[in-house]
Nanobody
Framework: QVQLVESGGGLVQAGGSLRVSCAASGRTFSDFDMGWFRQAPGKEREFVAAVRRSGSRTYYADSVKGRFTVSIDNAKNTMYLQMNSLKPEDTAVYYC????????????????WGQGTQVTVSS
């Protein structure tokens, strides 16, 4: 089992940038496919970005493609989500997760989750 802890959320104006982090303990990222998901009030949790355990490929939701970048620092056992050109509709609790996915990352493919970090984008 891997323990995940997110940090770095906060309040930012539209057009701004923010980086959220996910620190892992108990296991290393090389053991899992990793993902970022988000959940806005009254909405279902949705996929944002993912990276294969090999680090060879990244995946993004269409809504964030070109604005968000997922990366992993194996030396720090930490995954990052760099978010640029933020929009009010990006406001949500952001979760990192560990698991194994097939062609398309889904919530059900991930078995370990962090507690989430709030990102609020003001207009």
């Amino acid at each position: 089992q891997v323990q995940l802890v997110e940090s770095g959320g906060g309040l930012v104006q539209a057009g701004g940038s923010l980086r959220v982090s996910c620190a892992a303990s108990g296991r290393t990222f090389s053991d899992f496919d990793m993902g970022w998901f988000r959940q806005a009030p009254g909405k279902e949790r949705e996929f944002v970005a993912a990276v294969r355990r090999s680090g060879s490929r990244t995946y993004y939701a269409d809504s964030v493609k070109g604005r968000f970048t997922v990366s992993i620092d194996n030396a720090k056992n930490t995954m990052y989500l760099q978010m640029n050109s933020l929009k009010p509709e990006d406001t949500a609790v952001y979760y990192c997760a560990a698991g194994s996915f097939g062609i398309v990352p889904r919530v059900s493919d991930f078995s370990s989750w962090g507690q989430g970090t709030q990102v609020t984008v003001s207009s």
